[in-house]
């Protein structure tokens, strides 16, 4: 980019924050940022990059992708049972446009201040538009969230309700073309443009969960990664799974369903939690005004079963049509 | 990328080592890695994107992308005096080629392998080729090397030669058309194609210099900001900087120069250092095979100054064409 572009971007990223910031020894403007992580913690480290025409659409607003590109990176450390502390911010654009970055900013540092993220450095490029984070945090040690610790028996939990990102992508997608959204659509669109990552309760779950991920690619792609990582089967119950009153409203619970168990992009956390410790995980929970759902368990053996009402059903690898 | 897409690219990255990794509590597969910064260290993290068309030409083979956006990176770090330790990479590709990932690997992990760098996560997306790398290290809390730490009457010193890369750039645009380039461009070409970051020289010097940054925009662009960072002004002496054989025999000396001070990507350190510890620093820089070269001093004030055999010039904004 020219100078002039980065001094742009200086502007909008470079904040003179008035507090101390927590950790940092040196933040942006040097080779590298100088950090401290607590003692007797360890370092939780994630990245993820979100591309224009695959993670959000070319009508998508700069404060959204900003805010999804850090709440995908959040959500990763969530399901750690992470204390999220410091992220570096890649960001690929066409051209370094005023207003796009002035609401990129707004939509990043309001997310950011929400969890006390600060941003200590990043690089600007020219090029397609693309966001790549990095985020880093930070829990005592030998007390992250692994998928691995799930164990035979744990029940298989879900926070929040599923499916809302999934609907919310189709009436992104249809754009004012269909009209005026109703409230509901406005719920399930708010939902796919700003996900909100369980970071407080990712910590909570920390001691009372055995294991946890999060959920980008949709409960039956990421379930069986779970199952996998603990060496176990795992069997849900379709009928249990949350669905919001807004998704109820929307779509038919058929649909609903499908988008449950197939969309992506819902960013609740699945968890295993033996059957002695569930009532301290809900009341965790509830202490932060979350929904927590009993989905299904962990069994002997390998694989993921799937039933409704006891019968037992395959899901489809694009949807579930048998539903219909 | 289809399930498949990502089967092929961990295959090529997820690596199967019989060496206990170096502070890794947990690598690549679950939502985040879990890493242990040594006790009383400070973390030291930075990330470098470089997108094809504007860090590397459509025609630079996987091996050297891979190599590039790990050795930026490792510079990065080199110029804080960090021991760098744990990457993640955020690769977006048009499509999953396995002869392209398989270069790209074989690039990554040669560069990797020598300074002990893990990589311990990282996404896969598909869209325009940029490659996004997090490099994570750390140094004894309160020696890292600042752009800040520069007193007046310091030296002034660069590291290697300067200039190659900007002649290298030149003979990799020229390509095939110039014919089979001759020895001194196969050397200016592989200085841009494979940048070498002064890693153990950034180690060494901790403790003796007391400021330092790496030259990836150019002397002329870069110094100003070592300048302004510790509050002085800088003179250069033009004639002292370091030119390498391949270089003088490539190019006349004004061409020579002009690419010593403008072009980018030569990836030296600049330090400064306090004349009484000059000789301990360049007995570091001899140990470890490394030219180090004298250019100018810091002075009180603000702003750089040039001269050329006592003659006083200024580096124009593209080029030095005065020079010629």
Redesign the interface.
Known sequence: MSPSEFEIIDRYFTRRSTLPAHGV??GI?????????PPEC??????????????FLASTQPRSIAHRALAVNL???A??G?TPA?A???L?LPVAEEHWLSSFAEGWFGLADRHRVEL????T????L?V?V?L?GY?P?GT?L???GACVGDYLVVTGTLGDAGAGLVIARQGDAAGAPGRAAQELLARFDYPQARVDFGIAARGIASG???LSDGLAGDLPKLAA?SGLAAHVDIERLPLSNALRVYASESQAREWALGAGDDYELLLSVPGARLADLQAAAAAGGLRLTVIGELLQGQGVTWSIHGRAVQPLAHGFDHFR
Chains 1, 2 share one sequence.
Not at 125 to 128: A, L, Y
């Open positions: 020894s040196l403007g040097d080779d590298a940022a100088i950090l401290r992580v360890e370092l939780v480290a994630a990245v993820d990059t979100i591309v224009q025409g695959r993670h959500s990763d450390l399901a750690m992470a410091w570096l911010l890649a690929t200590v450095g990043g690089d490029t020219r090029g397609p693309t790549s990095q880093m829990v040690a992250a692994l998928r691995s946890a991920m999060d990582a």
